[in-house]
């Protein structure tokens, strides 16, 4: 028994480190308004809204689906940098990190700051 217990932690935590992709799909993003928040020292210096069909809703969900693989799970806490709400997630855009919070817990990987300036500059 002590064995079987001791596989089936490994198997676990073997699963848990592996790269983990987001579950949103190109449907479940397109139904939803996105909210944008853009924190600056954890202050809140830009709010606004990605309204379903508009050139900046399409612009924010081919940046979520484009990096929807290679998360890995984390338990670290993080303060807001540029955030996406959407229905039941969040990410957070900070530095070269982005981090998901949803269903599956909270999922980071790295990230290029280019890739989401553009919902600084709205």
């Not at 830009?46 to 081919?62: D, F, M, R, W």
Request: neutral net charge.
């Amino acid at each position: 028994m002590c064995v079987f217990v001791r596989r089936m932690f490994v198997v676990s935590l073997l699963l848990l480190m592996s790269a983990c992709q987001l579950s949103l799909s190109q449907q479940e993003l397109s139904e939803q308004v996105l909210d944008v928040k853009v924190f600056d020292g954890g202050i809140q210096v830009k709010n606004y809204q990605a309204e379903i069909g508009t050139p900046l809703h399409n612009q924010v969900t081919s940046l979520i689906l484009a990096k929807s693989k290679n998360w890995s799970p984390n338990f670290v806490t993080y303060s807001p940098g540029v955030v996406i709400y959407g229905d039941g997630f969040n990410i957070n855009f900070l530095g070269e990190q982005a981090i998901y919070n949803g269903a599956t817990g909270q999922l980071t990987r790295k990230i290029n700051p280019a890739d989401y300036m553009f919902l600084i500059s709205m």
